[in-house]
């Protein structure tokens, strides 16, 4: 059974940081491009970085400068270190896996709450 479990969302002041942390079990991890995507309430979930098995890294702009993504296929799991978060950015973020070669092949995980403080 696929388990998709994140960790280290909360609160955090404008301007701190958070690192998130995905565990994946039950799949092959290093097949897998893994995602971290974020959603509030009355909007679409919206991606906020990729990691392909090989390393390449996408970022929405939006965060581009001060939110990392990485993995360690050793311990079959991503992260998602996020610097100087702003007012706008609390969401559920959701970890992601996707088959890089069966793509509709999707997995999620059940989402881990980021709140920001003015």
């Known amino acids: 059974q696929v388990q998709l479990v994140e960790s280290g969302g909360g609160l955090v002041q404008t301007g701190g940081s958070l690192r998130l942390s995905c565990a994946a079990s039950?799949?092959?991890?290093?097949?897998?491009?893994m995602g971290w995507y974020r959603q509030t309430p009355g909007k679409p979930r919206e991606l906020v970085a990729d990691?392909?098995?090989?390393?390449?890294?996408n970022y929405d702009d939006a965060v581009k400068g001060r939110f990392t993504i990485s993995r360690d296929n050793h311990k079959n799991t991503v992260y998602l270190q996020m610097n100087s978060l702003k007012s706008e950015e609390p969401a559920v973020y959701y970890c992601?896996?996707?088959?890089?070669?069966?793509?509709?092949?999707?997995?999620w995980g059940q989402g881990t709450q980021v709140t920001v403080s003015s």
């Open positions: 992601n896996a996707q088959h890089t070669v069966h793509p509709t092949i999707v997995h």
């Open positions: 990691i392909t098995n090989g390393g390449s890294t």
């Open positions: 039950g799949v092959i991890f290093g097949v897998y491009t």
